[in-house]
Each structure stands twice: as structure tokens, then as C-alpha cells.
């Protein structure tokens, strides 16, 4: 069967299972565009690029498969940058297709030409500049391949225009033999003397920590996880990539280690003689000062990825190996811990003096966003999803919104990606449209990707945007606030420019706006009841408050600052 390349590329696309991609058309990718109308296949138009890989990012978050973007050359390509980035530091599968100038144009400088496989090359797995037309089935079999086996990540696919419009005769590989990837190997063979080692050391540990990363959501070992916690009585600790992998609602979890974790993870962490890395990669947020990072523990570091191995802090036992199986392997091998009642005394005593806290107020007129947050869970169904841009609200929303189900918080980590929350929200929404999904959002972020709430009307997957406006750039504010003696600089943004409601309005959503308690009860409410329609709500919320606890930049966990409402007492 003869076919173009534009043809063989999206039949390859239906022949990986893909159901829906998101993308913008431009003149280097228009050939693509048309066998797309004959297409099972749904796309999703953008209104920009960068909500195309943020939407893309959203549906694998939200699902575990890959997210599919699809744009044009030039500027279509590099707006789609930093999702590739942001999908890169966070480990999510997606598979981008980027249009080219026609073959004969590449290094000429021709129209909207750009090297987007040298720019992206150091943000994917593995890119590919297809350079025939026989050759479109096998790369779009690697990069999924590729996307999704191993540590997961993002793949791209360049794909010049001559190559489209030319002619190929069909066939797709039937094996990973044909897809000719020398030196990828993701497979492994689990050492069982590692195992061993690992199993002997917690044997002896008296103070142990699970330190639970994202691999552990991206190799699907939430139950693994649960049956070893509550087999070795274990505490465990949930990195912000990592929240749901082990239920909030569980005794045994001590909340979100870090710069803005909880008091009790955080400082367990520290005290602990034993800690147990699953997926989690030492970053500097939960590490502060490498040198005073459980300084008296011994680590187990579990990852897929060897290269994380000792990069940061060395690991007294490295066990190569995606945490289900490494979990297993554990159990299988019986592994057991000491009798932990006097490390959970401790545990206990640091849960009940330093909990999570926000200033109470008697004054009706004053929203908390904290307590907006809380609002908004309580009346949330079971299995919500909720996203996130990144700043103070991200942080809040992870502290005080209960994660008890795995992929249920959708968020950028390692990127920090303001304006990540609103197209991420709609693409979950894309991929689980039976689920609400609300997107709790700064001001700041929301003007960043807000324009997508378009895509969402249009194409009908309302979300719920809870906008905490504060009128500023909140994180940096805190930050100029406690370090720059509140020498403010370019972060005031006006609670009232834009309009929020107007502008929810003009894009097909409804606008609310709340300003005391009783009005945030009753905007949540009418959100919970609009199913048909975005809804976005304005809460006004006071720019004094921030985000505690807190370890400050560089400094040692140790230093960890609770609320001033609090007094830590060492």
C-alpha cells in the first residue's frame, strides 16, 4: 500500500494506540494537517504551542501514557521548548513532531527554519530528523519506545515537508529488533546481591525513612509501596512529584519532605539512620545543604536510572531497577526492620507540635488561600484531579489538599514552569473526562496560558480554575520580603488588571469572583455544580502571606523554619 509520508506518519501515530494529540498547524507541517480529517485519531487545536506540550504533559500525568504535540518549524517549534524541558526534568513521556523546511532548505536560513533538534538536544531522551520517507514507521516506533520504556521522557520527531509529500510503501516494525536503537537498552536484570545488601541494612536500621520520588508513580508501584510500608511499619515521606503514590490519609505518612515541606518530614529525614530512596533524584529543593542531608544515614537509592546514582549524595547501596520490582524484591527477600515504636514516639511528638498552620482570622472580609484550598478539597469528589502553576499556590496546594489516589496531582517540579496549570488541566481533562479537574492557579500564572481556557471551551473540556490573586508575583515577593529587606521589585501585578471574571467571560467560561468567606463557599459550590463550561473563580487573597514552613536557599534542613505561629523547640 502505497502512502505519503504525511499519511505513514499519522498511521503510525493510530498504530501506537495514540486517541489524541495537540497541536497548531503552520505552513512546514500543512501536509500533516490533511490526512489528520480522515484520521480516528482527535486533535486538539491550540491557540499556542506551549499549551499544546503542556496539554500533552497533562494527558500523561494524568494517564501514564504518552502525550502526543504536534506544531510547525521555526517559532511553532521552539514555543513548544520548554514543555520538551519541562517534560524532561520531570521524567513524563511525550512524543513531539515538529514541521521542517523542506530537506533541500535545512542550513539555508529559509522561512521559519530552525534547528530544533540541536536545541532540543539536550532536553529529550532522543531526538530524530527523519530524512526519508521509508524510514517515518520506524522512528515514530522508537521515539514511543524510547518515550516510555526506561526512565521515561520526552522524544521529538523533526519532520521536513518534502518528506511528507513524498511517496513510501507501508510497513511498520513488528519487533523492537527493527527499530535499530544500538546501545538503548532499558531493560534490566535485577542484582540480587544489591538486594541483599539493601535488605541487610534495614534489618539493622533504627530510625528508617521511605523516601518516596515521582518513579515511583511512573512504574505504577503505589500498592507495592503500601504493602511495604505497612509491612515494615516504615514512615514514608512523598517528594511534590511523588504526592498520592502513598495515601495522605495514611498513618504512616509524614506529609512532603523540602524547602517547603512538612515540619515532621523534613526533620525525619534528618534524624534518620536509614533512608530509602524510591524514584527520587536528591534534588536540591528537598536537599538544601548536600552536606547536612541526613548526615547520619545510610542510603538505599533505588532508581531506573543509573545515571542518578551517587550524582548527588552516594548511596551506601545502589539498586538498579523501577520501583515495583525493587519492592517486590524486598518482600521476597523478607526484609524487616527493628521494632520502630520509639522512632514513631518521636515521629508522633513532631507531628503534634509543628503541624501544618495558617494564621486563624475572625474577620470575614480576609480569604486565607490556604483555606480556600481546604474549601475546595472538602467538597471535591473522590478521584479529582488537580494541577498547578508554580509559586506559592503550588506549594500550599500540596500541603493542604489530601492526596489519597496516584495521579491526581498534575504540577511542574524540576522546571518550575509558571503557567503550566491551565493547559496541564485541560489536557488531564482531555485524557479523564469523566473526572473534575480543578487548577489551582496564581494571578501571575494565569496570564501566562490563560488564553487556552479558549481551547478548552471549544473543543468541551471544562476545567476549574481557582485563581488565589494576590496581585503579585507571590514566591518572589516572599523571597524579597525574608532576604531583600522587603525591598520590592517588579513583582506588584493589580488584583484588578486584568478583569478575571470579564475575561473568563470573553473565552466561554463563567467568571466568580470572592472576596469574604461566605462568597467563597458559595463560588465553589456553583463551580461544583457547572459541568458544561470552564469556570474561573477570582479569590482575593492578602499579599502578606507566605508559605511556612520553609528551608531557605542552600541552608540546611536543619534551619527549617516553621510558622511564626509556631516555635520550633530542638
Not at 116 to 129: D, E, R, V
Not at 501 to 523: C, F, P
Not at 536 to 554: L, N
Amino acid at each position: 500500500m502505497e502512502l505519503t509520508g504525511a499519511q505513514a506518519l499519522i498511521k503510525s501515530l493510530e498504530h501506537e494506540g495514540v486517541e489524541t494529540i495537540f497541536g497548531l498547524p503552520g505552513g512546514a507541517i500543512l501536509p500533516v494537517y490533511d490526512p489528520i480529517r480522515d484520521s480516528s485519531i482527535r486533535h486538539v487545536l491550540v491557540r499556542h504551542e506551549q499549551g499544546a506540550g503542556h496539554m500533552a504533559e497533562g494527558y500523561a500525568l494524568a494517564t501514564g501514557k504518552p502525550g502526543v504535540a504536534i506544531v510547525t518549524s521555526g517559532p511553532g517549534a521552539t514555543n513548544i521548548v520548554t514543555p520538551i524541558a519541562n517534560a524532561y526534568m520531570d521524567s513524563t513521556p511525550l512524543v513531539v513532531i515538529t514541521g521542517q523546511v523542506a530537506s533541500a532548505s535545512i542550513g539555508t536560513d529559509a522561512f521559519q527554519e530552525c534547528d530544533i533538534t540541536g536545541i532540543t538536544m539536550g532536553i529529550t531522551k532522543h531526538n530524530f530528523l527523519i530524512t526519508s520517507a521509508e524510514e517515518i514507521p520506524r522512528v515514530v516506533a522508537a521515539a514511543f519506545h524510547i518515550a516510555t520504556t526506561g526512565r521515561p521522557g520526552p522524544v521529538l520527531i523533526d519532520f521536513p515537508k518534502d518528506i511528507a509529500q513524498s511517496k513510501m510503501e507501508w510497513w511498520y516494525p513488528e519487533s523492537i529488533d527493527e527499530l535499530d536503537l544500538p546501545g538503548y537498552k532499558p531493560e534490566i536484570v535485577l542484582d540480587l546481591s544489591s538486594i541483599e545488601a539493601a535488605v541487610a541494612l534495614i534489618s539493622e536500621a533504627e530510625r528508617p525513612v521511605l523516601y518516596v520520588g515521582g518513579g515511583t508513580l511512573k512504574s505504577d508501584a503505589t500498592a507495592q509501596l503500601v504493602a511495604f510500608a505497612e509491612r515494615t511499619k516504615m514512615p514514608v515521606v512523598t517528594t511534590l512529584m511523588a504526592r498520592g503514590a502513598f495515601p495522605d490519609s495514611h498513618p504512616q505518612h509524614l506529609g512532603m519532605p523540602g524547602m517547603h515541606g512538612t515540619y515532621t518530614a523534613v526533620t525525619a529525614i534528618q534524624k534518620s539512620d536509614l533512608l530509602i530512596s524510591l524514584g527520587a533524584r536528591f534534588d536540591d529543593r528537598v536537599t538544601g545543604k548536600i552536606s547536612a542531608f541526613a548526615a547520619g544515614a545510610k542510603i538505599i537509592h533505588v532508581d531506573i536510572d543509573p545515571a542518578e546514582f551517587n550524582k548527588v549524595k552516594p548511596a551506601t547501596v545502589s539498586v538498579r531497577s523501577d520501583i515495583a520490582t525493587a519492592l517486590e524484591a524486598f518482600d521476597a527477600a523478607k526484609a524487616i526492620s527493628k521494632n520502630l515504636d520509639p522512632w514513631w514516639e518521636m515521629l508522633n511528638g513532631w507531628r503534634e507540635q509543628y503541624p501544618l498552620v495558617y494564621a486563624p482570622t475572625d474577620d470575614p472580609a480576609l480569604l486565607r488561600p490556604q483555606e480556600i484550598i481546604e474549601a475546595i478539597a472538602a467538597s471535591a469528589k473522590p478521584g479529582t484531579i488537580v494541577s498547578s502553576g508554580v509559586g506559592q499556590h503550588q506549594m500550599w496546594t500540596s500541603q493542604f489538599w489530601k492526596f489519597d489516589e496516584p495521579r491526581t496531582w498534575i504540577n511542574s517540579g524540576g522546571a518550575g514552569t509558571m503557567g503550566f496549570g491551565v493547559p496541564a488541566a485541560i489536557g488531564a481533562k482531555a485524557a479523564r473526562p469523566d473526572v473534575d479537574v480543578w487548577c489551582i492557579d496564581g494571578d501571575g500564572c494565569f496570564q501566562m496560558t490563560a488564553q487556552e481556557l479558549v481551547t478548552a471551551t471549544s473543543e468541551g473540556f471544562p476545567i476549574k480554575v481557582a485563581i488565589l490573586n494576590n496581585a503579585y508575583l507571590g514566591m518572589v515577593r516572599q523571597w524579597q520580603e525574608m532576604f531583600y529587606e522587603e525591598r520590592f521589585s517588579e513583582v506588584f501585578l493589580d488584583a484588578d488588571l486584568p478583569d478575571y471574571v470579564k475575561w473568563a467571560e470573553s473565552m466561554g467560561a463563567v467568571g466568580l469572583r470572592a472576596r469574604t468567606i461566605e462568597e467563597m463557599h458559595d463560588a465553589i459550590r456553583q463551580a461544583n455544580e457547572i459541568h458544561d463550561r470552564s469556570v474561573v473563580i477570582d479569590f482575593r487573597t492578602p499579599a502578606s502571606e507566605m508559605v511556612f514552613p520553609m528551608v531557605a536557599a542552600g541552608a540546611s534542613n536543619d534551619d527549617i523554619m516553621v510558622h511564626p505561629l509556631q516555635e520550633v523547640k530542638n
